[in-house]
C-alpha cells in the first residue's frame, strides 16, 4: 500500500523530499498497453518512420528509457498532443477503457539542489476537481540535461484552505505552508515530444506518460499527454 507523504511549508524553494512508495510491478495481462484509453492514442509503436526533429533544449541520456521506477525517452509528434488525462485504465475486449478528463496544465521552474532546476509541469484534471488533487510531472534539469523525473498525484489536506483560482504546484502549496499529500506511481514511461525548460512566454513543453501504476485504487493504471505553452520562473 503506498505511503502518503505529508509535507508543510519549509523555509525557500529545494527539492521535493524523497518520498516514499510501495513499487508496484506492472502486470501484462492488466497493464494498458494498445491505446490511450478512449483516444485512439497508441503508446506502443506509433512513432513515424521519418526521424523527426523535436524541439529538446535540454538532453535526455540514451539509458534514461530504462530509469526506474520511471522512465524517459524522446518520442511523439511535436504539437500533437493535448492535456487530457486518463485513470483507472483498463484493457477491455482489446481496447483500452479509463475515465478521460481534460485538464488545465502550467509549467514552473523551480530551484533545486547544486545548481540544478525542477521543471514541473502540472495538470489539473476537472475529474478530480472536487478531490483537490492534480497531477505534477518532474524533471530535474543539471547543466543541459536531464539527471532525475519523477510523477505524483498531489491532493491538498488542509481544508482551512480555500480553492485558489491560481493553479500551485507542491513548491507553491509547500512555500505557503498548505498541507497536501502525494502519491508516487510504482512504474511508467514519460515519452517527451518537446523539451523547454526556459522560463518565458514563448517554451513549448509536450509529452505524455504511459501505463504510470499507481496503489490507490483511485487512479489505477494513468495514461496522461501535456501540452504547455510558457514557464514560469520561481515565485511566478
Known sequence: MAALILWAASAGAQDPPAASTATVAASTDTAPTDEMAGRGFKVGGDEPKAKLSRPMRAVI???????????????GIPGAADNTVSLKVVK????MK?????ARSVARLHKGKKDSRWLVISLYPKSLE??????????????GFVEEVSA???TVTDRRRQRSSRLL????LREQGVEYQEELPGSGQFVVAELDPRPGASSVNSGRLEK???ADSNFGFV???????????PGK
Open 130 to 143: 472536487a478531490k483537490r488533487t492534480h497531477l505534477e510531472l518532474r524533471f530535474r534539469i543539471f547543466e
Open 92 to 95: 477491455i475486449k482489446g481496447r
Open 223 to 233: 495514461n496522461l499527454s501535456w501540452s504547455v505553452r510558457g514557464v514560469q520562473g
Open 152 to 154: 505524483a498525484a498531489v
Open 98 to 102: 479509463g475515465e478521460n478528463s481534460k
Open 169 to 172: 504546484d507542491s513548491y507553491d
Open 212 to 214: 504510470a501504476e499507481f
Open 61 to 75: 541520456h540514451k539509458d534514461a528509457a530504462d530509469w526506474e521506477p520511471l522512465g524517459v525517452r524522446q518520442g
